[in-house]
């Protein structure tokens, strides 16, 4: 039996061996090409479109029992991680995000899996493909960390911004004076409405989902959870005629009502000429204020600029497991979020699982909810990490009242992992170096600066 068992290992062996050598020697070599030609044919080279794409190209073996089932549920997993076919379709628009995926395979080695590698040897990035695609994503992204400091500014028109302010902080918006942008907003506290899961609006109503902070969100492709606003512009004229929070109202009767007010007229007619006080040149105006909202130079953000003291040893290795642990994958750029709408249960089932006082509602559809495409359904926004101790609770539904739980809750439904304590600890460390610099998060500093 012994001696069976030793011939049949041999055999599998010279077999998987001569897969091996026949893989190498005909693998194609990389083409004398662009670099982009050259990431494509190193990708397909190494199968990845085999199971990162919508439509994967599944092995005969996928139809045998067992095996097959195992190999469908990866490519579920794997086209619900990241698309790269989609990702890659225009090479000359890759997105920051797409980017930083492939960057994680390159540094930590992890595709294709070690299981799908033993099978189908020759895969995996030798040195010189690990090379060349290292240095065409430094080459895209004009860095070598997924993660990059936040601009001290974003560009905006001085004199619309100053107005947006006050109108930010105006109540006459709202459908009986009572709110603002900045009651659910609060931008001494973070940018969101501190530590409300869901917040009241007009007449106590509550709405479904919880306030994003409004800090550094200039940097986001798209506005909201689901992402239905293109802009800041365009966002703006949500919450004012939204019954459940400024009111039942139209903007064409919150513009009559501002426009009872003589000198914001004569305001708006010097600073949009031609146009005047209008619902477009309100939320413009609102908008430019908000692109003043980017708060720099947090302790990481010193520390990525080359103050290496400005952060612990402690933070330092919550930022490697970050790293590690695929987290930057998707909390990537600037704004470490933001870039793009992301499955919220990849490896479980969100909703099953969370506490059953919140009913399931249609905010809970993500980006569904907009495009009404059922490949959408429980993607959100990814939020930024940026000033994250000031936001809590957290996620689109104000579930996780800690850090800790958010982060733990991202490695089980994110990763189909358990993060471990250690880890868990540290990597919370690491987001708590996150809270920037900003007039109007620290208010005691504008009136000093105005004051000179
Ligand atoms: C057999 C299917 C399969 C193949 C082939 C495959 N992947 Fe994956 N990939 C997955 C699955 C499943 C996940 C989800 C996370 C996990 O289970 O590790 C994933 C996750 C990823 C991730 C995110 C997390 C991480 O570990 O980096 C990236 C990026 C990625 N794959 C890129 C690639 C690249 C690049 C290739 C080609 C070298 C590739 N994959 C080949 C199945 C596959
Ligand atoms: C009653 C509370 C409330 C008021 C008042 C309110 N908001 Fe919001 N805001 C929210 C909630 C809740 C969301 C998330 C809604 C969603 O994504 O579906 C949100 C989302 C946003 C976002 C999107 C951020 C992101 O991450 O996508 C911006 C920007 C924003 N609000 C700005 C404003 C402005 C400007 C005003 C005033 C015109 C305003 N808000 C008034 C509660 C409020
Ligand atoms: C596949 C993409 C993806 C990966 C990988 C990922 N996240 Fe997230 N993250 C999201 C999305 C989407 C949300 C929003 C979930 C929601 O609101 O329901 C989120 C939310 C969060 C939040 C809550 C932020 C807030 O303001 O509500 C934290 C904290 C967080 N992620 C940290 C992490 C950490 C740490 C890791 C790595 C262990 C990680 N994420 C990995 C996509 C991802």
Redesign the pocket.
Known sequence: MKKFLKIAVIVLLVAAAAVAVYRFAFRKSIPDAPASEQVMAI?QQ???F???SQEPELPFYAKLPVIGPQ?KE??L??VA??D?AAGLANMDSVSEVTLS??D??VT?G????TS?KMIHWG???NKKEKSILAAWIRERRGSDEPVCALPDRVDYDSARADLGERLFNDKRISLDGSLNCASCHILEEGGADAGERVSDGINGLVGGVNAPTVYNSALYVRQFWNGRAADLREQAEGPATNPVEMGDQTWDQIVERLKADKALVKEFEALYPGQGLTQWTVTSAIAEFEKKLVTPNCRFDRYLKGDKAAINEQELKGYEAFKEN?CA?CHTGAAMGGQSFERLDIFGNYFADRDPKIEYNSDDDGLKGYTKNDADLHKFKVPTLRNLELTAPYFHDGTFETIEDAVRAMGKYEL?KTLSDDQVKAISAFLRTLTGVSPYLHPGQKAAEEKK
């Open positions: 990708l190494n199968d990845c085999v199971c990162h190999i990866h490519c997993h794997a991680f990241t790269l995926m492939l994680h395979s930590y992890t595709m294709p899996m799908y895969t995996g990035f695929a994958t189909g």
